[in-house]
């Protein structure tokens, strides 16, 4: 049947006029055939008029399952809500065949996942059998037949028969109308076509010369283009691209499940120009609620239409495994570095995040070419429940890309999002949390970034989440920033916080950092060995404590050690790099008699590291190229007690690699120098560390264990007020 939905409706109530006037004809009432309560109005409503609803409306092409159930139930109810059920002839008939026709619709239903020979026949039988027109005929033949043939009605009977005839045979309504559509395309004039077809740009694009500017289209239009001189596929007006001396559209076929469908001009509704070049072929644009039904339900189930507010543009050759490329047709939407876009591959969907945008040059024809803008996007993998599963292969050449919904979040739904994570992708509610706050230790962390993006904010952060999982955190800071009230106690409990020695230790090593001694025995200049010794004290009982945090500025404490190793005449100030080796081994030696761990048990925080571990030729003396040694060494060597640290600092260049290239969990904020840049190469790529230097503050390129994210990402880091207790 190729009727549109309002040609349907029409034919139908062309049906129920002819029923009512047949009814009229032989003396009967209107007011009789619309009341439910006689046996005439049953007979109009359950018989004629559900066949008619069935036939055009609800079931024009196929019957479900569902219709089956709801027809049987139709039709049991009615036979129980007639007034005098010996009236209708073939009463329990009729009862029987739709009790059974219900429990083969049930069957199918509720068995619909299991496949065997005895379900299949079922199946075949409630597809085949189970039309309205099917189970309602009984009953409209028998009551019609009880009703009017049983009473010497015999020719309303034979009109009755008749109608019954072409509502479910040769339907000459239907005939007629088809006729007149026919008839009524050959008189108006032809449809004028959106444009001429000039060549397909790929093969599920092609591109449409605009002969008609002032045609009323736009982006998700749907067209008809001209396969064969009698035979349309549809697209999608994915694209719409002006030059200097034409304008174009790029056209997406719609595509159904199993093959790329042709439509005649009667099921697309459009008068197709007439053209004496068989070489030129048209497009047209057209109203899919005039096409036939299967048309219309063929578009409404299209993907791309169905998110055509978010669609960007299409997948461009020489995408790959991991880095897709693709066009900017829509230009309303406001495309960014950091965004996370999404296609299809295999059905489902795999997201991507922007990373870079590119104008390129693209030919149209030999006279014109025409400038346009491309964005490449890395793999990010499959979204499922705030955590990322990995997408596997590529995407199809021109497949449709969707930007994810933007997301305005709410103060109460940040504040929830820090609760477990450390950010989220920007401008979505996908939160990115520590996924394994016991690698994020044991496997070492970094935050890197120049002054004022975040860092510290962002390492206080993580200190509260690493205290929150019940692991010691002890902070060598040279800045202070962790003692003050904006500090360590705006998060955690400052009850639970052990800023530096005690007033008495650093009394006696200020007495003693200038001690001197015998010229010829190095241990008995300065008070190093008694720094060692508090060290170990101050650590133990700190460690052996309900504390969580010891915060410690070795600037504030006064060591000394003999200048030189013979012919000792003086003493020098230990440096920062020297002091902080003896903390970490302090911590080690700790733990190493604790035995080895599985889990997490201390993290070591490094603030302002470029200091305190500085790499070889950043030091202040030789001796500091040893500390930094012995520190590396420790950290190396941490992990199997437990133990890791957080490196924080603004000059990457200026930290000992030896450490950073442990670090396994990075957070890159925004980064100036080269020398920063090529080391972060290493652990994001290219493409993610030539956009460190454009980074908006509190985001972060991220990657690593701590955050179970085997490739890098952008993401936007909490706010310090959401983070704050």
């Given at each position: 049947?190729?009727?549109?939905?309002?040609?349907?409706?029409?034919?139908?109530?062309?049906?129920?006029?002819?029923?009512t006037?047949?009814?009229?004809?032989?003396?009967?009432?209107?007011?009789?055939?619309?009341?439910?309560?006689?046996?005439?109005?049953?007979?109009?409503?359950?018989?004629?008029?559900?066949?008619?609803?069935?036939?055009?409306?609800?079931?024009?092409?196929?019957?479900?399952?569902?219709?089956?159930?709801?027809?049987?139930?139709t039709?049991?109810?009615a036979?129980?809500?007639?007034?005098?059920k010996?009236?209708?002839?073939?009463?329990?008939?009729?009862?029987?065949?739709?009790?059974?026709?219900?429990?083969?619709?049930?069957?199918?239903?509720?068995?619909?996942?299991?496949?065997?020979?005895?379900?299949?026949?079922?199946?075949?039988?409630?597809?085949?059998?189970?039309?309205?027109?099917?189970?309602?005929?009984?009953?409209?033949l028998l009551?019609?037949?009880?009703?009017?043939?049983?009473n010497?009605?015999?020719?309303?009977f034979?009109?009755?028969?008749?109608?019954?005839i072409?509502?479910c045979?040769?339907?000459?309504?239907?005939?007629?109308?088809?006729?007149?559509k026919?008839?009524?395309?050959?008189?108006?004039?032809p449809?004028?076509?959106?444009?001429?077809?000039?060549?397909?740009?790929?093969?599920?694009?092609?591109?449409?010369?605009?002969?008609?500017?002032?045609?009323?289209?736009?982006?998700?239009?749907?067209?008809?283009?001209?396969?064969?001189?009698?035979?349309y596929?549809?697209?999608?007006?994915?694209?719409?691209?002006?030059?200097?001396s034409?304008?174009?559209?790029?056209?997406?076929?719609?595509?159904?499940?199993?093959?790329?469908?042709?439509?005649?001009?009667?099921?697309?509704?459009?008068?197709?120009?007439?053209?004496r070049?068989i070489?030129?072929?048209?497009?047209?644009?057209?109203?899919?609620?005039?096409?036939?039904?299967?048309?219309?339900?063929?578009?409404?189930?299209?993907?791309?239409?169905?998110?055509?507010?978010?669609?960007?543009g299409?997948?461009?050759?020489?995408?790959?495994?991991?880095?897709?490329?693709?066009?900017?047709?829509?230009?309303k939407?406001?495309?960014?570095?950091?965004?996370?876009?999404?296609?299809?591959?295999?059905?489902?969907?795999?997201?991507?995040?922007?990373?870079?945008?590119?104008?390129?040059?693209?030919?149209?024809?030999?006279?014109s070419?025409?400038?346009?803008?491309?964005?490449?996007?890395?793999?990010?993998?499959?979204?499922?429940?705030?955590?990322?599963e990995?997408?596997?292969?590529?995407?199809?050449?021109?497949?449709?890309?969707?930007?994810?919904?933007?997301?305005?979040?709410?103060?109460?739904?940040?504040?929830?999002?820090?609760?477990?994570?450390?950010?989220?992708?920007?401008?979505?509610?996908?939160?990115?949390?520590?996924?394994?706050?016991?690698?994020?230790?044991?496997?070492?962390?970094?935050?890197?970034?120049?002054?004022?993006?975040?860092?510290?904010?962002?390492?206080?952060?993580?200190?509260?989440?690493?205290?929150?999982?019940?692991?010691?955190?002890?902070?060598?800071?040279?800045?202070?920033?962790?003692?003050?009230?904006?500090?360590?106690?705006?998060?955690?409990?400052?009850?639970?916080?052990?800023?530096?020695?005690?007033?008495?230790?650093?009394?006696?090593?200020?007495?003693?950092?200038?001690?001197?001694?015998?010229?010829?025995?190095?241990?008995?200049w300065?008070?190093?060995?008694?720094?060692?010794?508090?060290?170990?004290?101050?650590?133990?009982?700190?460690?052996?404590?309900?504390?969580?945090?010891?915060?410690?500025?070795?600037?504030?404490?006064?060591?000394?050690?003999?200048?030189?190793?013979?012919?000792?005449?003086?003493?020098?100030?230990?440096?920062?790099?020297?002091?902080?080796?003896?903390?970490?081994?302090?911590v080690?030696?700790?733990?190493m008699?604790?035995?080895a761990?599985?889990t997490?048990?201390c993290?070591?925080?490094?603030?302002?590291?470029?200091?305190?571990?500085?790499?070889?030729?950043?030091v202040?003396?030789?001796?500091?190229?040893?500390?930094?040694?012995?520190?590396?060494?420790v950290?190396?060597?941490?992990?199997?007690?437990?133990?890791?640290?957080?490196?924080?600092?603004?000059?990457?260049?200026?930290?000992?690699?030896?450490?950073?290239?442990?670090?396994?969990?990075?957070?890159?904020?925004?980064?100036?120098?080269?020398?920063?840049?090529?080391?972060?190469?290493?652990?994001?790529?290219?493409?993610?560390?030539?956009?460190?230097?454009?980074?908006?503050?509190?985001?972060?390129?991220?990657?690593?264990?701590?955050?179970?994210?085997?490739?890098?990402?952008?993401?936007?880091?909490?706010?310090?007020?959401?983070?704050?207790?």
């Amino acid at each position: 049947m190729k009727l549109n939905q309002k040609q349907r409706f029409f034919v139908s109530l062309i049906y129920i006029v002819l029923i009512t006037l047949i009814f009229s004809s032989f003396g009967g009432k209107i007011s009789e055939i619309v009341d439910n309560t006689t046996n005439i109005g049953i007979w109009f409503c359950t018989g004629a008029l559900l066949i008619i609803f069935g036939v055009f409306i609800t079931e024009p092409f196929f019957s479900k399952p569902a219709d089956t159930l709801t027809s049987s139930i139709t039709v049991i109810l009615a036979l129980l809500a007639l007034p005098n059920k010996k009236t209708l002839i073939g009463y329990w008939i009729i009862l029987s065949l739709a009790l059974f026709m219900l429990a083969l619709s049930i069957l199918t239903i509720t068995l619909k996942d299991t496949q065997n020979w005895f379900l299949r026949i079922i199946h075949f039988i409630v597809m085949n059998f189970g039309s309205a027109k099917f189970i309602f005929s009984p009953f409209y033949l028998l009551s019609a037949y009880s009703f009017y043939a049983i009473n010497n009605q015999i020719s309303a009977f034979c009109l009755i028969l008749t109608l019954w005839i072409f509502l479910c045979f040769s339907d000459p309504i239907t005939w007629l109308v088809q006729k007149s559509k026919s008839l009524n395309r050959i008189l108006k004039s032809p449809s004028f076509p959106l444009g001429i077809i000039s060549k397909s740009k790929t093969e599920d694009i092609f591109i449409i010369t605009v002969d008609n500017p002032s045609m009323q289209y736009k982006l998700g239009s749907i067209v008809a283009i001209q396969k064969k001189s009698d035979k349309y596929c549809l697209g999608v007006i994915t694209g719409v691209n002006h030059t200097q001396s034409i304008t174009y559209c790029d056209v997406y076929l719609i595509r159904p499940d199993l093959e790329n469908e042709l439509f005649s001009t009667e099921e697309l509704n459009i008068t197709p120009k007439n053209s004496r070049d068989i070489d030129i072929f048209y497009a047209y644009i057209i109203d899919i609620n005039n096409c036939a039904l299967h048309v219309k339900q063929m578009v409404d189930q299209n993907y791309l239409l169905k998110n055509i507010n978010s669609f960007i543009g299409h997948i461009l050759p020489n995408s790959n495994i991991d880095t897709i490329f693709f066009t900017i047709s829509n230009s309303k939407l406001n495309i960014t570095e950091g965004l996370i876009v999404h296609t299809r591959i295999y059905n489902e969907s795999v997201y991507y995040q922007i990373v870079n945008g590119t104008v390129a040059e693209q030919r149209i024809d030999v006279n014109s070419q025409d400038g346009f803008l491309f964005c490449t996007a890395r793999k990010l993998g499959k979204f499922k429940e705030h955590t990322i599963e990995s997408g596997k292969w590529v995407p199809n050449a021109s497949e449709p890309v969707f930007l994810y919904p933007a997301v305005q979040l709410s103060d109460d739904q940040l504040k929830v999002i820090a609760k477990t994570a450390v950010g989220f992708f920007p401008q979505t509610d996908f939160s990115i949390p520590l996924q394994s706050i016991n690698e994020l230790i044991t496997h070492n962390t970094a935050i890197l970034g120049i002054l004022g993006v975040g860092k510290s904010c962002l390492a206080l952060e993580i200190i509260t989440k690493v205290i929150q999982a019940g692991v010691k955190v002890i902070c060598i800071d040279i800045t202070n920033q962790y003692s003050t009230t904006s500090g360590l106690s705006s998060y955690i409990d400052s009850a639970r916080i052990v800023n530096g020695l005690s007033a008495q230790d650093i009394t006696t090593l200020s007495s003693t950092s200038k001690k001197s001694g015998y010229s010829d025995q190095y241990s008995t200049w300065g008070n190093i060995k008694s720094f060692g010794n508090i060290i170990d004290s101050t650590i133990t009982t700190f460690l052996d404590s309900e504390n969580s945090v010891f915060v410690i500025n070795p600037d504030d404490c006064d060591v000394g050690k003999a200048a030189t190793q013979f012919k000792i005449t003086e003493t020098v100030e230990v440096t920062l790099a020297e002091k902080t080796r003896i903390i970490c081994e302090s911590v080690l030696d700790f733990y190493m008699k604790k035995g080895a761990s599985e889990t997490a048990r201390c993290l070591i925080v490094f603030e302002e590291a470029h200091s305190i571990i500085p790499e070889w030729n950043s030091v202040s003396c030789e001796g500091d190229k040893t500390a930094v040694n012995g520190t590396a060494k420790v950290i190396m060597q941490s992990r199997k007690y437990g133990m890791g640290c957080l490196v924080v600092t603004q000059r990457t260049a200026n930290v000992t690699k030896s450490i950073l290239s442990q670090c396994n969990t990075v957070f890159a904020l925004r980064i100036f120098d080269d020398t920063g840049k090529t080391f972060l190469e290493n652990y994001v790529g290219s493409q993610y560390a030539n956009l460190l230097p454009t980074l908006d503050e509190r985001h972060a390129v991220a990657i690593g264990r701590g955050l179970a994210l085997k490739q890098p990402v952008i993401m936007q880091l909490n706010d310090r007020k959401h983070v704050m207790r």
